[in-house]
């Protein structure tokens, strides 16, 4: 089993990450008298029974929500809500996000929120949530105006990651994942973008050495950042590498149209030719970054018929957004990445000629 610590001083917790994981009680780090497990109409048939299984000794209810990205809302916080008010959720139980990102952004947001603050355990379900959602605390719903816009930094006190659970993912929602993994190694490690390009046939097998040491990568590069700048004042931005223009696609299109990171995807490339207009990146690396994404089957443009307008009334709303300033996280060499404050219109609009 491999384990990463999230150093957060006295709200420090681990990242447990190995095979079969769910089917061993031990994992746990306390009891709780009372747990609610939220998960979504796709993941609870496969994993509800072994999840159930951890809390034998709990009293426990579950509760479900629709799968998709459409359903990450206020109205949906509110109806999980109703449910732990009507069932006298106790501020000492547990809240448990067994799913995806969605899962868990809005798992979270409760968590925060409900009687001010109660515990929550994170189980990711899928690639994207256990190398990135489900770790550093950042909880949150969607708005029609913009994506996470509504939402607390809450971190768990645990996240269980097996990695078994990944076979019976769909392959469009693994490829999704592997976006998020290939901004960490452009954001800071260009030699784990190589050993990506050199796996990615055992990454696609989903050979369990391979998978598990890249999971292990991304929860360590994160957790590092996280103990850095719990709330993103500095160096945290950097993870939203593709992001500022993926969150664009997402709430242009309609929320679960792309998946995210699919839209982080394009975003990604969009970055990187700034980058290249600015004489950063040359046409070789920007070559091997779409080469690795295409491998992956994830887009490499925006949709056809979105143009730099499309984009703009998104972006001056991005969260990165100071003092009515866009700022862009850029990559500035191959393999590390800044904050840029300065992007100007005409370097928007060469991403689209």
Known sequence: MHRVQVELGDRSYPIDIAPDLLQQPACLLRDYRQVVIISNSTVAPLYLDSVTALFAGSQLHTYLLPDGEAYKTLEHFGHIMTFLLEHKFPRDGLLVALGGGVVGDITGFVAASYQRGVDFLQIPTTLLS????????????????????????????????????????????????????????????????????????????????????????????????????????????????????????????????????????????????????????????????????????????????????????????????RAGQMRFVLPTAFGYSEVIDDVNDIELQSIFT
């Open 130 to 321: 256990q190398v990135d959602s489900s770790v550093g605390g950042k909880t949150a719903v969607n708005h029609p105006l913009g994506k996470n816009m509504i939402g607390a930094f809450k971190q768990p006190q645990q996240v269980i990651i097996d990695t078994n659970v990944l076979s019976t993912l769909p392959g469009r929602e693994f490829a999704a994942g592997m976006a998020e993994v290939i901004k960490y190694a452009l954001i800071a490690d260009a030699e784990f973008f190589s050993y990506l390009e050199q796996h990615a046939d055992a990454i696609q097998a989903l050979q369990p050495d391979v998978i598990g040491t890249m999971v292990k990568h991304c929860c360590q590069m994160k957790a590092d950042i996280v103990a850095l700048d719990e709330t993103e004042q500095g160096q945290r931005a950097l993870l939203n590498l593709g992001h500022t223009f993926g969150h664009a696609i997402e709430a242009w299109l309609g929320y679960g149209q792309w998946l995210h990171g699919e839209a982080v995807a394009a975003g990604m490339v969009m970055a990187a030719k700034v980058s290249q207009y600015r004489g950063w990146l040359q046409q070789d690396e920007l070559d091997r970054i779409c080469a690795l994404l295409q491998r992956f089957q994830l887009p490499i443009t925006a949709p056809d018929d979105m143009h730099i307008n499309d984009f703009m009334p998104y972006m001056k709303t991005d969260k990165k957004v």
